[in-house]
């Protein structure tokens, strides 16, 4: 009798730890780790159009000078040392902003897949990579607006740091985004920060009107949980920075800035 109750112990025993170890390996992963938004997974494009930093040599053709496209301008130095770096050709560009943790490479490829669980040289990662929505284009920065997305992760590292907007005083003592593109190095000013549902889409990148840009960029301006000067015009730039929001599943924070032109550029 005795026997069959020790035994009985010893596998409630090994049950009670397996179910443990379950729990804590849970536990574990979901503190380290808060998914981008699920609707930033779209369609895949069947191959991302990068232009050739180096063009051919053309074939000479006299009288025909005058229609000669230029070569494309060289690559930043800096794009230039991260793809050594990472030996990772799909980094386009790096964000900044100054005074948090925000500070990463921006890779692209033609999905919105695979960088939510990879890191810059390709290993599986819970904690991702920053990346580019698939259907912009930093080389030529055209887009009405142009998409990054980065995990919200618990350890303060990615896009953890833009929940912190939410505070009046980290908002207005954050006022710009720093942007290396494959050719330029540009600055965004924010003008909203807000947290909002699934239920609202900001994931457009190109409208098909002037109007319905400018209608939505005063959507994004009225959303925000703070007012700022920021006059906005149907022919600006906007670059929209998107993490899930660690209240709920299908709640995003959402930081908006506007591309400061060259006239306007100021000692940052």
């Not at 799909?90 to 902003?97: A, H, N, R, S």
């Not at 710009?176 to 807000?194: A, C, G, K, N």
């Amino acid at each position: 009798m005795q026997e069959k109750l020790r035994s009985f112990v010893r596998w409630l025993c090994i049950f009670l730890c397996l179910i443990s170890a379950i729990v804590f390996a849970y536990l574990f992963y979901d503190s380290v780790r808060v998914d981008v938004p699920n609707e930033a997974i779209r369609e895949p494009v069947e191959e991302l159009y990068i232009p050739q930093v180096i063009a051919e040599e053309p074939q000479k053709d006299e009288g025909a000078e005058e229609d000669e496209e230029p070569p494309p301008p060289e690559l930043m130095p800096r794009i230039v040392e991260l793809r050594a770096l990472y030996d990772n050709p799909d980094i386009v560009g790096f964000i900044e902003i100054t005074g948090t943790n925000v500070s990463y490479p921006v890779v692209q490829t033609g999905n919105n897949v695979f960088y939510l669980y990879h890191d810059l040289q390709w290993n599986v990662s819970s904690a991702g990579s920053i990346f580019l929505d698939y259907e912009n284009n930093l080389y030529e920065l055209a887009d009405d607006n142009t998409i990054i997305y980065g995990h919200n992760m618990r350890n303060g590292s990615k896009f953890h740091n833009i929940r912190f907007f939410h505070q009046e005083e980290f908002f207005r003592s954050h006022t710009y985004i720093s942007l290396y593109t494959p050719y330029r190095e540009t600055v965004w000013d924010i003008f909203s920060f807000f947290h909002t549902t699934i239920d609202f889409c900001y994931l457009t990148t190109n409208f098909q009107s002037r109007d319905a840009f400018y209608e939505f960029l005063l959507e994004l301006q009225s959303r925000s949980h703070f007012t700022t000067d920021a006059v906005l015009s149907e022919d600006d730039q906007i670059l929209i920075l998107s993490t899930c929001a660690a209240i709920g599943g299908d709640n995003r924070y959402v930081l908006v800035a506007r591309l400061r032109h060259e006239a306007e550029k100021q000692q940052v």
